[in-house]
């Protein structure tokens, strides 16, 4: 059975008319808004699985406008509520009046509003969306019947309400792997499933080469609407890279010490923190090259600088594991055997970050990663500067939880983690703004979608610069 037949079934639930592929060349400009081509058109774009709102931000710095979101944890809501929802925000949603602003379940969203959402259509450009990863990530199990994963039927009945123009999925690598039970994977499975009306391109893109801190690779997927231009999104993407990173002083890739040491306690020390008791924080003295200064942008200091709580004896073993990896050359990479054992480390995950490189892919946990010189872990503030969030964005909730309550709750460590780069998000952006408003009916190569095997073949894919 396709997703499509066992998606309908469950979107019939929902109480919305799943309407058959009977849009295609829908004209689709916004209403009451200036006519495509017009410099002036604001492109509108919803976020689905937003997160904190990383993908939102880098759309809304591009100068998309953001109509809603959906997001139904309470704590990555709350981060995106401080900071592209509220009054004096530096972006802000153009939220409807008939979607409460709060944590909702995008089946519910679906389930209520399925008449609203569809009022819509023909004034949102853009459909973005990260949908959950973990069950399709190759560093866990990949389960076909995992729930979160159905969320992608979700996700397309949520394509089929709106009828955007543009649709754009970031996931991780293991979303283009083969189920082992199964000739097709999740990437395909959607492909199809867009494919009836939208040119579907995707790519794995190395964001490192984006300017982020990093080495990430993920996987991308932009669907454009037949008829819409004949231009291969991904070309005109690498196209821009260039001016894109020399437009805000940036030379990629940026090392982590380029991105955080503006962050060391040994320059500014530490201060009581100013969020919990009990903590110490680090008192920030300023940026010092031009990454710090993109990201700090002029802010006074940033917040989320608690630093972890670490016993002496931890710190300590820290100290000599830190100078042990730096001696054996052996940073970003797990630890040797032999200095495992020396200090009695039993983490497999536990790296040491190498200042002169972009550091490894962040995740949710946040004693996975050491700092270059400092015997402890990174605070959220470091984990957001890899991740290419500004100094002026703050994350809400807990820090970390753990046990069952990991499979529900999104604290600030994970939200961060989770993130697509706003820095990415924002090159997508612009990319976008150019394809749909520079010139309406753009004449280029009409690439057939790249297969998927092609993907599955490749190691990364790495913008041509
Ligand atoms: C990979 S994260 C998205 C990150 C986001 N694109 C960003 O750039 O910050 C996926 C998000 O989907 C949310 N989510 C999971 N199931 C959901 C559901 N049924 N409805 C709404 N959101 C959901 C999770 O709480 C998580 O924050």
């Known amino acids: 059975m396709s997703l499509a037949q066992r998606s309908s079934t469950k979107w019939r639930d929902f109480g919305v008319n799943v309407v058959e592929n009977d849009w295609v060349g829908h004209s689709g400009h916004t209403r009451g808004r200036d006519m495509p081509g017009s410099k002036s058109k604001r492109l509108v774009f919803v976020d689905a699985f937003a997160g904190c709102g990383g993908l939102s931000l880098g759309l809304m710095q591009a100068g998309l406008t953001g109509r809603f979101a959906i ?12 900071n592209l929802l509220s009054r004096g ?39 973005v969306g990260g949908p959950p990863c973990q069950g399709f990530s190759t560093a866990g199990r990949r ?10 039927a979700s996700y397309l009945k949520l394509v089929e309400c709106l009828r955007p123009k543009i649709v754009l999925i970031e996931n991780v690598r293991g979303f283009t792997m083969d189920f082992e039970q199964a000739s097709k994977n999740y990437a395909a499975l959607v492909r199809d499933e867009l494919s009836n009306a939208y040119e579907v391109y995707d790519q794995l893109l190395d964001l490192s080469k984006f300017g982020v801190p990093q080495a990430r690779t993920r996987y991308f997927l932009l669907a454009l609407r037949k008829g819409l231009t004949a231009e291969n999104p991904f070309e005109l993407l690498a196209k821009r890279l260039p001016s894109f990173l020399r437009k805000l002083g940036l030379t990629a890739p940026i090392s982590a010490w380029a991105a955080i040491s503006d962050l060391e306690t040994a320059r500014g020390g530490t201060r009581p923190s100013s969020e919990t008791v009990g903590f110490e924080e680090i008192a920030y003295a300023g940026p010092r090259n031009s990454y710090q200064r993109l990201m700090s942008n002029g802010a006074a200091a940033p917040g989320d600088l608690r630093l972890a709580r670490h016993s002496p004896e931890i ?19 797990s630890i040797s055997s032999k200095t495992r054992s020396r200090l009695g480390i039993r983490k497999q995950a536990l790296r040491v970050l190498d200042p002169d490189r972009p550091s490894p892919t962040i995740t949710s946990m946040p004693d996975d990663l050491l700092h270059y010189s400092e015997p402890r872990t990174l605070t959220v503030r470091e984990n957001a500067r890899l991740q290419s969030f500004p100094d002026w964005f703050s994350f809400k909730g807990k820090y970390t939880t753990g046990g069952k309550l990991r499979k529900r709750e999104v604290p600030r460590f994970t939200q961060v983690a989770n993130a697509v780069p706003p ?16 010139k309406p ?25």
């Open 89 to 127: 925000a530096k972006f802000r949603f153009n939220w409807p009046r008939w979607l409460p602003k709060e944590p909702q379940p995008i089946e519910a969203v679906l389930g209520k509003h399925g008449r609203q959402l569809r009022q819509l259509q023909g004034s949102i450009d853009v459909l």
């Open 423 to 438: 820095l990415v998000s924002r090159a997508i952006g612009e990319m976008i703004m150019e394809l749909l408003l520079d």
């Open 441 to 465: 009916k753009r004449r280029g190569s009409s690439s057939a979608s790249l297969s998927l095997q092609r993907i599955n073949q490749s190691t990364e894919i790495v913008p041509h610069a």
């Open 71 to 82: 997001e139904h944890d309470r704590f990555a809501f709350a981060t995106l509520q401080a």
């Open 143 to 152: 389960e076909h019947d995992d729930p979160r994963n159905r969320l992608f």
């Open 315 to 333: 710190t300590a073993r820290f100290g000599k594991l830190i100078r042990l990896s730096h001696a054996e050359g052996r940073l970003n990479r």
